[in-house]
C-alpha cells in the first residue's frame, strides 16, 4: 500500500496532478505545461519532486533563450544541426 503524502503547510492529503507554470521575462511570456507535481486540495500549496524544479527552470531559461535570439533577428540553429556540430568536433 502507497503511503499517503500530507501536506506540510494543512496537513491535508496530496494529489498527484500535472500542474502548468507561466514565466515572463523581458516582456516574454513562456508557459510550461503538463509539469507532474503534488497539489494540496485544500490550501493549493504545490510540491515537486527532487530536480523537477530545477528541469523546469532549466526549459524556461532555454525557451527564453530562443524567443530572444528570435527577437534580436538572430538565426536559430536546430538541436539536430548543433548536435551533429558537437559531435563531429569530439566535443561533448
Known amino acids: 500500500m502507497k503511503k499517503s503524502l ?4 494543512c496537513g491535508a492529503i496530496l494529489e498527484a496532478k500535472e500542474v502548468s507554470q507561466e514565466f ?7 508557459c510550461i505545461s503538463g509539469i507532474p507535481a503534488l497539489v494540496c ?17 532549466e526549459a524556461a531559461n532555454s525557451l ?3 524567443a530572444l535570439q528570435k527577437r534580436l533577428g538572430k538565426l536559430v540553429v536546430s538541436v539536430s544541426k548543433a ?10
Open 64 to 66: 527564453f533563450e530562443v
Open 24 to 30: 515572463v521575462r523581458e516582456g516574454v511570456r513562456v
Open 41 to 57: 486540495p485544500n490550501c493549493g500549496d504545490v510540491s515537486f519532486a527532487p530536480g523537477v524544479a530545477q528541469k523546469v527552470v
Open 83 to 92: 548536435s551533429a556540430k558537437l559531435i563531429g568536433s569530439g566535443k561533448k
Open 6 to 9: 500530507r501536506c506540510t503547510d
